[in-house]
């Protein structure tokens, strides 16, 4: 692996950790599924790190418009432990289906809940300035070093 890759692969493992920190300290984890599959993924032409689908409505939200599935919302109200403070009087499945209806006609925004900006306040523009500055750096070391090492052929 070259070292413009070790540096992408180490600097996107950074970002993971940062986003995962983030998500516990605005208190958004339920089930954890989201900072479990969060992974990093890096090749040849670059890294990239992989989301869950509905990673983005941590960041920005939900508009209204189509009803979540009410099993996702059942697994969030176990998680959090709100289904087993409810009363008796509804069940875990109604309760699910009248939050995801109301989510489908008026939205969820994030903001009214611990916070925004999961993700844009981690992946910045100055982190990613940095990471390119470094990527920069290690290209020109390796450029510098194949053509002193072509220069020396030469002289043999």
């Known amino acids: 692996m070259s070292n413009t890759m070790q540096i992408l692969s180490a600097e996107f493992e950074a970002l993971k950790s940062d986003l995962i920190a983030k998500y516990d300290e605005l208190g958004m984890r339920a089930s954890g599924q989201w900072a479990e599959r969060l992974s990093v993924q890096s090749g040849e032409n670059g890294a990239g790190i ?5 990673g983005d409505q941590l960041e920005f939200g939900r508009k209204p418009g189509k009803q979540p599935p009410s099993e996702a919302i059942e697994q969030w109200l176990i998680a959090k432990g709100i289904a087993a403070r409810l009363e008796k009087d509804i ?3 109604s ?3 009248l939050i995801a209806r109301k989510i489908g006609r008026e939205g969820w925004n994030r903001e009214q809940h611990g916070g925004v900006n999961l993700i844009s306040s981690v992946v910045t523009p100055e982190r990613i300035q940095s990471i390119i500055d470094k990527i920069g750096e290690s290209q020109l070391n ?3 070093t194949k053509i002193s090492d072509y220069l020396n052929t030469l002289q043999a």
């Open 50 to 54: 992989l989301q869950e689908s509905y």
């Open 91 to 93: 069940t875990i499945s």
């Open 95 to 97: 309760l699910a289906y």
């Open 142 to 144: 390796e450029l510098t």
